[in-house]
């Protein structure tokens, strides 16, 4: 298959970055930032998402989503990697709803799919506990008592959960990892805001004793691996969308910059070393947008091969990210660690998301797996 986009998806792109540029651009997160919002994310801007068909782009038409798919969700999240906007995008929109397009029951579904659709509902999907993506780590208990269930154990790094209607989260059962869809006001379930280097949003949710009655099972008890596993190669999709996103409007700011920049009376752009180093990355930018297109095209196709595509697009994309914004601070010289110059801020975005679902050894390792080493 080309790794272009279709004239839709191209369409797709061209509407998400006009709705980023005109409503959250770069000031926005500096506002929300610099003000101490309590929320640190817009509930405005949410609502405006799902006005704009951006916040259901992988619900189903049935649901009032616009039944697409993985390349338009990774669309919509290059965009947001070229504006940093704080949005609940990744954690409601991809994870959670993935989840419960895949496996929620037909009132779960009911509930909550049309208000994430509508931006009127923050969904969040509770997996790792440590400093590390661990999927296969977890610890957090869900024992049976009565007609449901008692959870037990923390979650870290649970996107915007701060902020959360609903909470997903993944737990141990007798024979294996079971999906619980849970209300945050929930006697016994602690959330504490945690405030990124980035500026974006997470929490750490503490459940002790958390009393669900059965209906809260998303899919079937103990037999949740797969269904987690297919959300989380999407949102890595999504996370190498965004990494390609950051990365190559930290480029694009850097050639502006090399433009107008004079040294010696010439502009520092005319000094072919930098040319050679602006090259270089451009290149490298390109086969990481390859990679992770190609990535979320097998997702579409259901392609066996997609899980070894996703772990090749979310390492490269984060190696390449990383050095984008590396070469970005250097090529800008002392002011580039100023504040008052945007590249920090694409450096400290492009750090968080390498971390988002699994760093670049983590995927490096899932790939060494997959080819039996």
Known sequence: MPLILTEEQTMLKEAADGFLNENAPLAHLRKLRDSRDADGVSRELWRAFGEMGLAGVI?????????????????????????????????????????????????????????????????????????????????????????????????????????????????????????????????????????????????????????????????????????????????????????????????????????TRKQFGRAIGEFQALQHRAAHL??????ARAATLGALQKLDAGDAAAPLAVAVAKAKAGRVAELAVQESVQMHGGVGMTDEYDVGLFMKRVRVLNELLGDAGFHQDAVARTQGF
Not at 66 to 86: D, I, Y
Not at 282 to 287: N, T
């Open 59 to 259: 619900i189903p038409e049935a649901h009032g989503g616009a039944g697409l798919g993985a390349v338009e969700a990774g669309v919509v999240a290059e965009s947001l990697g070229r504006t940093l906007t704080p949005s609940p995008f990744m954690g409601s929109a991809v994870l959670s709803a993935r989840v419960l397009v895949e496996g929620g029951s037909e009132a779960q579904q009911a509930a909550w799919l049309p208000k994430i659709a509508a931006g009127e509902a923050i969904v969040s999907l509770a997996v790792d506990e440590g400093a590390k993506h661990a999927p296969g780590k977890i610890t957090t208990t869900a024992e049976r008592s009565g007609n449901g269930f008692r959870l037990n154990g923390s979650k870290a790094m649970v996107l915007d959960g701060h902020v959360a209607d609903a909470v997903i989260v993944v737990a141990l059962t007798e024979n294996g990892l079971t999906l619980f869809l849970v209300d945050p006001k929930t006697a016994g379930m602690e959330v504490e805001r945690t405030m990124m280097v980035d500026a974006h949003n997470a929490a750490r949710i503490t459940l002790s004793d958390v009393q669900v009655d059965a209906d809260a099972v998303i899919g079937t008890v103990d037999g949740c691996e797969g269904l987690l596993e297919g959300a989380l190669n999407l949102g890595r999709a999504c996370a190498a969308s965004s990494l390609t996103g950051a990365g190559d409007q930290a480029f694009l700011i850097t050639m502006e910059y090399l433009k």
């Open 282 to 287: 451009f290149s490298e930018i390109e086969i």
